[in-house]
């Protein structure tokens, strides 16, 4: 069964760091995109970053680029979302999800399988 995992939110001040992780487990293919999204109240879930397994491919939005880094922890039973410099407009909930085809789909509908999100907050 694919089960994935996030952990690492908090409360945190603006200018200041956080670092999410997403535990998977069950994986039966090699080749899979993780994505990092989030749903700030009244908003639609957006993609922030993806991680593709094939090639090691990362992607994010301009919303968070510079700021946000995803990456392994070498085995690739954990993604991680490093964040950096954060501002009250990253406050969400934010989820991971994996998707098994190729590519690093950017709309959340294309993820089969979603962890149970982890909230963020931002402080000014």
């Known amino acids: 069964e694919v089960q994935l995992v996030e952990s690492g939110g908090g409360l945190v001040q603006a200018g200041g760091s956080l670092r999410l992780s997403c535990t998977t487990s069950?994986?039966?293919?090699?080749?899979?995109?993780i994505g990092w999204f989030r749903q700030a109240p009244g908003k639609e879930r957006e993609r922030v970053s993806c991680f593709r397994s094939s090639d090691g491919s990362t992607y994010y939005a301009d919303s968070v680029k510079g700021r946000f880094i995803t990456f392994s922890d070498g085995a690739e039973s954990t993604i991680n979302l490093q964040m950096n410099n954060l501002k009250p407009e990253d406050t969400a909930v934010y989820y991971c999800?994996?998707?098994?085809?190729?590519?690093?789909?950017?709309?959340?509908?294309?993820?089969?399988?979603w962890g149970q999100g982890t909230q963020v907050t931002v402080s000014s």
């Open positions: 999800a994996a998707d098994f085809q190729p590519g690093c789909p950017d709309q959340w509908l294309a993820y089969q399988y």
């Open positions: 069950g994986f039966i293919f090699d080749h899979y995109a």
